[in-house]
């Protein structure tokens, strides 16, 4: 397929010196839930959305794969500096100093990858701009729908959790805070991927497990007077994220060998070693 051969020549362009870049940015940074292990799910995604266009999608160049590499492997870069919700401007700033570093000329679509970097979080109905049989992805909007993808299933649990505990969203607003963030992200991500049915259809079962999770959290809210001590069920899971995460610095995929020194029921578990394993 032609695609792969576009996806190859931007990844050997671009893909090594940005990983090294990268991980010189984040050796000081402990926040696996942006770290630059997310980044490079999120090229995961990107690629595989590329390759379901190319199916249909002749417009994809060498130019194209590139917007997408360097827009999802610098989108989060901000978070180094800031956990807000806005950080996409200081995401564009590192970007900007990477080409400076590595004495790279800017890439064809250079201010399409500076668009997607810097409002990629957005969220709003307007970053997504539905993929058609007639024009070219959109940066922004391949951007954004990839990011989405890693913000689901297992992965997706605890990614939220981890930054919605920096930013001191409280237990009893957590989970409905997550919900309503996801559902709309889910919704405007279906509504632009509507001629990608295979990528929505895989994605659905991912997100149904993230609002699952955070139903079941919200129904056990009600039942907990002071929800920051529990150490069982859906609240636990959340509480030992705070606590070896958060508060700690503890990998998540390290999590399951950690808690073999405390006792935990069944639920913690199983949900940590899931964690380990998708990740």
């Not at 492997?73 to 996409?88: V, Y």
């Not at 509504?191 to 997100?207: C, E, F, N, Q, T």
Request: hydrophobic share 35%; proline share 3%; charged share 25%.
């Amino acid at each position: 397929m032609i695609i792969n051969e576009h996806i190859s020549n931007a990844e050997e362009k671009w893909l090594k010196i940005s990983r090294e870049y990268l991980e010189e940015k984040f050796r000081n940074t402990f926040l696996p839930s942006h770290d630059l292990k997310h980044h490079l799910r999120t090229w995961g995604y990107a690629r595989s959305i590329l390759i379901e266009l190319s199916r249909f999608q002749t417009g994809i160049d060498d130019s194209i794969a590139e917007a997408a590499l360097l827009a999802t492997l610098f989108h989060d870069t901000g978070m180094i500096q800031t956990h807000d919700s806005h950080h996409g401007e200081i995401s564009k700033k590192y970007y900007l100093d990477f080409l400076k570093t590595c004495k790279m000329d800017f890439p064809a679509l250079h201010d399409d990858i500076l668009q997607a970097i810097e409002i990629h979080d957005h969220k709003d109905e307007y970053v997504y701009t539905p993929f058609s049989f007639n024009s070219q992805p959109d940066i922004l909007t391949l951007t954004s729908i990839a990011d989405d993808m890693d913000a689901l299933g297992t992965i997706g649990i605890y990614r939220y959790a981890e930054i919605y505990m920096h930013r001191h969203i409280n237990h009893k607003s957590l989970g409905i805070r997550i919900m309503e963030n996801a559902s709309t992200r889910f919704n405007n991500f279906s509504k632009a991927s509507m001629l990608l049915p295979g990528i929505v259809i895989r994605s659905k079962v991912r997100y149904q497990q993230l609002i699952n999770f955070y139903d079941q959290y919200n129904q056990q809210i009600l039942l907990e007077t002071d929800p920051e001590t529990v150490l069982s069920g859906h609240i636990g899971v959340i509480n030992y994220i705070n606590e070896f995460c958060v508060r700690g610095t503890t990998r998540p995929e390290n999590i399951p060998e950690t808690l073999k020194f405390y006792s935990v029921g069944n639920f913690i578990t199983d949900f940590f070693g899931d964690l380990s394993k998708e990740l």
